[in-house]
């Protein structure tokens, strides 16, 4: 379990024995059940966690719709994160699709080892950019590429998700409509995808 | 541009309080990060970044106003306006080190305080506070830019433009009406018309 976070945290830097102890000495496994809320909107995100075995949502409700802005799997990060960074009320919702093991760590203990560890500081600092990054892509794919586009990129990025997920939210997150994300998977059954668009 | 060497030390000054408010750097820690800082002036209507190119420059509008573009099938979607005291340049291309997608243009004449991306490399290495500088306002940027995300998917129309006009009322004065529709992601005819409607009463948000 542990071996996993080290693995993806020696992407952004390399942590000595010692310093990823520090870490890890503040991480809590959390067991969660399918379908199991771990944040409401309005209250405030507590823990950042990394994604060990399930799947994940993050989520809020447009008018009688759901709007689904990020999904993890293993080996992937998941939290309200601007609650979780600012300390404020969530705007979202963060839901289990699978049951979870999560490792977690609360805020309080972030900082604390951020003060403890500046090699852990500056994996702090990798990481926030690297979730603005992400956020920009994604927010500049949704302007630059068509339905079909945006379906086929994440298809090929993530071709795990196709059945695991729900195709209604696949569909809500790569904001198109149910009967276009079905049309354009039966397309592709046809004529398998190769590459990225 | 005439501008003073006091019009300069005013600017560096107001960028040392605005660093502040996330680390509290002495003035002679802030010394020590001057080298790296690199005084760019530009013209009004200006490309500082073209597409394709790769951004060298993570910039502060010293003054002066500039946006930042997306051009998408003959249309330009702006993404982003910084006035003074603000960051603007193309992250992607920046931090990946791959042809920017995006045009960052100067709408005013303006003067950054731009740092490249080895300079920055280095402050991190040599400047003791720097790390935890960089993940404070990375984190702020992050949180800034998800409730913007979000008051696009979840607001009318009418709630980001009142929201907007409320918080920024003096860019609504200097940023050209096509390029604030755009930025609020409302049609220019839908903008004009709110606008209208805000003329002449006080806006309440």
């Known amino acids: 379990m542990l071996e996993m976070l080290r693995e993806y945290i020696s992407g952004y830097v390399a942590l000595t024995r010692e310093e990823f102890a520090v870490l890890a000495d503040k991480l809590v496994v959390r067991e969660l059940g399918r379908r ?27 008018g009688k719709t759901e709007m689904i802005i990020n999904i993890a799997k293993e080996g992937e990060l998941i939290a309200s994160s601007s609650s979780f960074l600012s300390g404020r009320p969530s705007n979202y919702y963060v839901e289990t699709l699978e049951p979870c093991t999560l490792l977690s760590i609360s805020r309080a ?47 090929g990025n993530n071709p795990e998700l196709l059945p695991r997920v729900p195709q209604k939210y696949l569909a809500s997150y790569l904001n198109m409509k149910p009967e276009t994300f079905s049309r354009l998977k039966n397309h592709i059954k046809k004529r398998p995808v190769t590459g990225r668009p | 541009m005439a501008n003073s060497a006091a019009t300069y030390l005013a600017a560096l000054e107001k960028l040392h309080q605005y660093l502040q408010g996330y680390v509290p750097f002495t003035r002679s820690e802030f010394r020590l990060m001057e080298p790296f800082i690199e005084i760019r002036e530009f013209d009004k209507r200006v490309r500082v970044i073209h597409e394709g190119n790769v951004e060298r420059y993570v910039n ?16 330009e979607i702006t993404i982003q306006l910084a006035s003074e005291g603000h960051m603007i340049h193309s992250e992607l291309s920046f931090h990946y080190r791959v042809p920017s997608r995006s045009v960052v243009e100067t709408i005013e004449p303006t003067v950054f305080f731009s740092i490249s991306y080895d300079s920055l490399e280095q402050m991190y290495e040599q400047i003791p506070g720097m790390e935890r500088l960089g993940r404070l306002m990375i984190t702020d940027l992050f949180i800034k830019s998800d409730t913007r995300y979000f008051n696009q998917l979840r607001k009318s129309t009418r709630e980001r433009f009142l929201e907007y006009v409320r918080t920024h009322p003096q860019m609504v004065q200097r940023v050209p009406q096509k390029y604030l529709a755009s930025f609020l992601n409302i049609k220019p005819e839908t903008f004009s018309r709110l606008k209208h409607l805000t003329r002449g009463k006080s806006v309440k948000g």
């Open chain 1, 36 to 62: 199991q809320l771990l944040v409401r909107v309005g209250e405030v995100e507590e823990y950042l966690s990394f994604v060990v075995k399930g799947l994940a949502r993050l989520y809020f409700h447009k």
């Open chain 2, 60 to 75: 502060f509008v010293a003054w002066g106003l500039v946006r930042k573009y997306l051009p998408v099938r003959n249309k």
């Open chain 1, 109 to 155: 203990h972030l900082e604390q080892v951020y003060k403890e560890s500046p090699k852990i500081e500056k994996l702090g600092r990798l990481m926030t950019t690297y979730f603005v990054l992400q956020k920009e892509e994604w927010e500049l794919e949704c302007m630059r590429l068509d339905t079909r586009e945006r379906f086929l990129r994440f298809i």
